[in-house]
């Protein structure tokens, strides 16, 4: 029954490990790592698009390896100061050939390593060789070597838009990284890339996308593919002083006008030295603020001015929905067995899975606080802005429950409070004073 | 009482009728200790009367037996008797249950249900694949859960021009495609002969896996809630790491 397992095999070409090494070491600080999006079939050669996408490991560092993520080229010519990569700099250099990266993508995917493949590449030459190279490896790995797994490609700014166009009939997904979230900042630090050298390909491809969407709605095109997983982008956060306000204003408007799927941000780690930088790593802290702030955006109807001035920064004490709620303690407590979802996807603590959660069982019976409890709903923030059939079990005053919200943030990522030693975790000794009595 | 099926579908359903009116009823096809003085009851899987519960309680709920497949399917010790009670609160109300969170019963099924269905997507990203010397691909596994063959289609679909093998360890069996036909046998041990490049492949991509990594940001405690230690046995990058 199991006698295939042992016929006789091939051997085919490798990439080396220096240069995969050289080649990964460049590509990593790009956190987009998601395959989601894409429902591309197999037509008769290797893979397929998985919509809800697919984590195939974890690192020590708590991130997933869901692509493999790969420079075609880190030879740049650019000199963009936060680049490891950058001209000016003298680190190891390679270049992969198309073949390897085939070869690579192909035996990695059949082995169930990686769901596909996140292509990017320093500008080697000029935009349009880099752009080039990167559409040869894209389309032989479709055409020749019969991959429909997932493909993200990264876009060269400056490359010519016939390059892009034809890119992302390959592509499952396209991303030009904005880097910088304002143009004096680009001008800085990446005097080689202008705001409309990147705004203008995702434009394009919005627009491009959104067309040919129509035209298959349509029914005049059958076939083929343009983006299925649309475009995403990146901004790194703390190497240049834009305030977290205006840091979302962006990412709201790159939803809203570009139909982005999604905005990574990544906080600076200073892998190269230049005066322009800043010599310290940005706090991881506050680019975890930064994605729940643009969840609340995607998925829980919050519009950036209810979370942030233009030249504020996010609250770190307490996450973005928590501090909306301080600031409008009018709003609260809501009946969970009345509140609209709209109202529950509101309440701290609740996320969009137990807010449905909630609407479903409600339907059946009248919920009480035990009830919650029995459901799993994490009640730590929620208690102070909920009424369950009547009876609110939360602090009564607002300082109350912001020393308790803090209380709670800071259980969450460090160990037990304790009473005398774990002070000076608060912001101040009043906000800890609070969070005792609050508890008491 | 205690009532013993043979752990199938069919036997579950025969088993629920024969226990339906028991308040005291434990359902289970696990071996565990019995109740002093209690006679427990073997129940042999009658196809027919399972047929006509199966029909019944679809009536109340089209997804039901989707449920009881996933329910059957959890390796957790107690997850047929949760079955058993979520089923009888299903006939009970004679209307679909799945949203009655804030009841017991039902609330522990749909756990039940979530973790298996959890563990199924995991594995869609956690199964390693070794490359035989003929071609096939090869990749030991050992799921909590009893779901070998619900892996089948989603790798058939992908990689449709391999024959390949699902060895669960655990429950010594084998989801295998043929390049063809996708089956299910039971298999204790296999005998494997790696292809000429397999090492050089898992090595490319351990050092893949080293490179992609951040070392100043470790965050152990959060790699550890994604990738839990008892399933980095057979996976090439963490070389097989045990808790």
Same mark, same amino acid.
């Given at each position: 029954m199991f006698d295939f397992l042992l016929w006789e095999g091939y051997n085919g070409g490798m990439i080396t490990q220096e240069k995969l090494t050289i080649l990964t070491e460049s590509a990593k600080y790009d956190v987009s790592c998601s395959s989601s999006g894409s429902r591309r079939k197999n037509e008769g050669g290797t893979g397929n698009g998985y919509a809800a996408g697919c984590c195939h490991s974890f690192t020590p560092d708590g991130r997933c390896i869901s692509l493999l993520k790969i420079l075609l080229s880190n030879?740049?010519?650019?000199?963009?100061?936060?680049? #490891?990569?950058?001209?000016?700099?003298?680190? #190891?250099?390679?270049?992969?050939?198309? &073949?390897?990266?085939?070869?690579?993508?192909?035996?990695f995917y059949k082995r169930n390593y990686i769901e596909g493949l996140f292509l990017s590449s320093a500008v080697h030459k000029n935009p349009n060789y880099t752009m080039e190279r990167l559409l040869l490896v894209v389309k032989k790995l479709r055409l020749e070597y019969g991959f429909h797994g997932y493909i993200h490609l990264k876009g060269i700014p400056r490359a010519d838009e016939s390059l892009t166009r034809e890119a992302a009939k390959y592509a499952d997904r396209m991303s030009y990284n904005i880097e910088l979230p304002s143009e004096q900042s680009l001008k800085l630090l990446a005097p080689q890339k202008s705001k409309e050298s990147l705004l203008l390909p995702m434009k394009q491809l919005t627009l491009e996308r959104a067309a040919f969407v129509e035209e298959k709605r349509k029914g005049l095109i059958k076939k083929g593919y343009f983006l299925p997983a649309g475009q995403t982008t990146q901004m790194i956060v703390g190497a240049s002083p834009e305030a977290d306000g205006r840091i979302l204003r962006l990412t709201q408007s790159l939803y809203r006008k570009m139909q982005l799927k999604r905005v990574y941000y990544s906080s600076y780690i200073p892998v190269v030295q230049d005066s322009l930088l800043p010599t310290a790593a940005a706090?991881?802290?506050?680019?975890?603020?930064?994605?729940?702030?643009?969840?609340?955006?995607?998925?829980?109807?919050?519009?950036?001015? &209810?979370?942030?001035? &233009?030249?504020?920064n996010l609250d770190m004490e307490v996450d973005p929905k928590c501090a909306w709620a301080l600031k409008n303690m009018h709003l609260f407590p809501v009946e969970i067995n009345r509140a609209p979802l709209e109202a529950l996807l509101r309440v701290p603590g609740i996320g969009a899975r137990n807010a449905h959660k909630i609407l479903a069982a409600r339907a059946y019976t009248k919920l009480k606080f035990e009830d919650l409890i029995k459901m799993k709903i994490a009640l730590k923030r929620a208690k102070h802005f909920i009424t369950c059939d009547g009876k609110f079990y939360g602090a009564k005053n607002e300082l109350a429950v912001r020393g308790l919200l803090t209380a709670a943030e800071v259980g969450e990522n460090a160990t037990q409070l304790s009473l005398f030693d774990d002070f000076v975790r608060f912001s101040d000794r009043k906000n800890a004073l609070v969070a005792l009595d609050g508890q008491l | 009482m205690t009532y013993f099926f043979d752990g199938s579908i069919s036997g579950f359903l025969t088993a629920f009728l024969a226990a339906y009116h028991d308040e005291a009823a434990l359902v289970t096809?696990?071996?565990?200790?019995?109740?002093?003085?209690? *006679?427990?009851?073997y129940i042999k899987t009658d196809e027919t009367r399972a047929a006509r519960a199966k029909a019944r309680l679809l009536c109340f709920d089209d997804g039901c037996m989707k449920d009881l497949n996933l329910l059957l399917r959890c390796g957790d010790d107690n997850s047929e008797q949760i079955a058993f009670s979520y089923f009888k609160k299903l006939a009970k109300s004679g209307k679909p249950v799945h949203n009655m969170l804030s009841d017991d019963a039902v609330f522990a099924a749909v756990e039940k249900i979530r973790r298996v269905g959890l563990e199924l997507h995991r594995f869609h990203g956690f199964i390693r694949f070794m490359e035989t010397a003929s071609g096939a691909l090869y990749a030991p596994f050992a799921p909590d859960h009893d779901?070998?063959?619900?892996?089948?289609?989603?790798?058939? *679909?992908?990689?449709?021009?391999?024959?390949?093998?699902?060895?669960?360890?655990?429950?010594?069996? *084998?989801a295998v495609y043929d390049g063809k036909n996708a089956f299910v046998a039971p298999l204790e041990q296999a005998e494997i002969v790696l292809s000429g490049n397999e090492n050089a492949w898992q090595a490319l991509f351990s050092r893949y896996y080293a490179a992609v990594n951040i070392p100043s940001r470790e965050r152990l405690k959060q790699m550890r809630g994604y990738l839990p230690v008892r399933y980095r046995r057979f996976m090439t990058e963490t070389h097989g790491e045990k808790k």
């Open positions: 030879d740049c010519i650019y000199d963009c100061k936060y680049c #490891p990569s950058r001209v000016s700099k003298d680190v #190891p250099r390679a270049t992969a050939t198309p &073949e390897e990266i085939c070869e690579l993508t192909m035996d706090a991881q802290l506050r680019e975890h603020r930064l994605y729940q702030a643009d969840w609340l955006l995607r998925f829980y109807g919050f519009g950036v001015e &209810e979370l942030v001035g &233009e030249g504020e | 096809s696990r071996r565990q200790q019995l109740i002093l003085g209690e *006679a427990p009851v779901i070998c063959d619900l892996l089948l289609p989603h790798f058939r *679909a992908r990689l449709p021009r391999y024959p390949f093998v699902l060895h669960d360890i655990t429950r010594k069996k *084998a």
